[in-house]
Nanobody
Framework: QVQLVESGGGLVQAGGSLGLSCAVSGRIFDINPMGWYRQAPGKQRELVADISSGKSINMADSVQGRFTISRDNAKNTVFLQMDSLKPEDTAVYYC???????????????WGQGTQVTVSS
């Protein structure tokens, strides 16, 4: 029943911008943190950024200063604004949340289907 719906991926030239959005629905509670991972061709999945309910942020060094993560706790939505995009940012981006199912399920990770981001030279 837990569903993560991602949107905002696409094709952009180097130096351009894209904004990603992930809306979480279903019987999931105590969501903390929310974040974004990515997987490029030939590489393993890596953390891009995550954000706690208290708005503390972890961010990969490779995107520091270019990407911004934010969340709307009331709507269970997390955003990733990507500016100054580089070809090496090309990857499938996955939304991720950590929480528990209602009323007393175990904590675990939940993943979106992924959205493609392609940055051309």
């Amino acid at each position: 029943q837990v569903q993560l719906v991602e949107s905002g991926g696409g094709l952009v030239q180097a130096g351009g911008s894209l904004g990603l959005s992930c809306a979480v629905s279903g019987r999931i509670f105590d969501i903390n943190p929310m974040g974004w991972y990515r997987q490029a061709p030939g590489k393993q999945r890596e953390l891009v950024a995550d954000i706690s309910s208290g708005k503390s942020i972890n961010m990969a060094d490779s995107v520091q200063g270019r990407f911004t993560i934010s969340r709307d706790n009331a709507k269970n939505t997390v955003f990733l604004q990507m500016d100054s995009l580089k070809p090496e940012d090309t990857a499938v981006y996955y939304c991720n949340v950590y929480g528990r199912t209602w009323p007393s399920g175990p904590f675990g990770n939940y993943w979106g289907q992924g959205t493609q981001v392609t940055v051309s030279s």
